[in-house]
DNA sequence: TATTACCCTATCGGAATAGTAGGTTAATAG
DNA sequence: CTATTAACCTACTATTCCGATAGGGTAATA
């Protein structure tokens, strides 16, 4: 399941790739267009500011403006940044990896392997599509 | 990600799948290979049973054993049962869809068009695979 | 009749999620 | 210069869920 943060912040960094200007956008109008609650929004723009996706501009006519070309940020990208893992076990992650303490042997595990495929699915799909993409949507 | 609960499951389910003969196989014997916590694995299996899945046998020379054949048995099936939802998001959810309380628009919303696509790729996958299949591997 | 092994209910600590609260800093407008 | 604006930061909290544990009850076998 996706949570709610990483939730928001697509829809927040879409918001933002819609305007029309490049001039900065508000937190508060963010949320309030998108019924996001204000201070977790916040919370969630910075780490994106930190992660090089945003800048932010202070004082009035401040907000947050996309540094990079949204056509440039694939999807795994922001996802990972948020959520973390892609994969749906930690030890198929390939930028999270975690060794299971209760497996003896991944090459003969049955779940290891199904993941393995479910991963280079999805990846395939995140990879493939960029902020710029599931803005036109 | 995977919950215990169904990584557990499925690695139990392969392991009766596994076995030569078609004697019930006692959760303790299955639980110290797979390194699963006895009784949380016990929870586990009366869920499989209750689904349809497994069939038990009390007392001595009792266990559990498979009722169906394990290429009858997509992925999809059993990690709806034990996990819940395939889908990242339950707005795209076909089994378990549940509308976001703060989406106005599904069509316009980009997470939702993006995670349709990732929901499809992730069924191709459990779809094609059974319980035969990984048990394979 | 004793043993085995599934079955059932209840409980619980810890971690994570999704916020909330309250103040600080920096930029702009007047 | 001052007031306002809006990002920034720290800390706290309520709730939920996960993974597991505890302790016995029930049915089948030897």
Redesign the interface.
């Known amino acids: ?2 949570s709610k943060k990483t ?1 928001y912040g ?2 927040a960094l ?1 918001y933002i790739a819609r305007q029309p200007s490049k001039k900065p956008v508000q937190t508060a109008e963010i949320a309030e267009s ?3 609650s204000h201070k977790f929004l916040e919370s969630i723009l910075v780490q994106l500011r930190k992660a090089g996706f945003l800048g932010a501009k202070k004082g009035k006519g401040g907000g947050y403006y996309l540094i990079k070309d949204p056509a440039e940020i694939p ?1 795994t990208t922001i996802i990972r940044i948020l959520e973390g ?1 892609i994969a ?2 930690p030890c198929v992650s390939l930028n999270y990896y975690e060794k299971c ?4 042997d991944e090459v ?4 290891h ?3 393995i ?2 991963r280079d ?2 990846l ?3 990879g493939n ?1 960029t902020l710029a993409d ?2 036109k ?1």
């Open positions: 399941m996706l939730k697509i829809k879409t998108e019924n996001i999807m893992p749906m076990v303490d209760d497996c003896k003969t595990c049955s779940v392997q199904l993941m495929q479910v699915s999805t395939k799909v995140l599509n599931i803005t949507q």
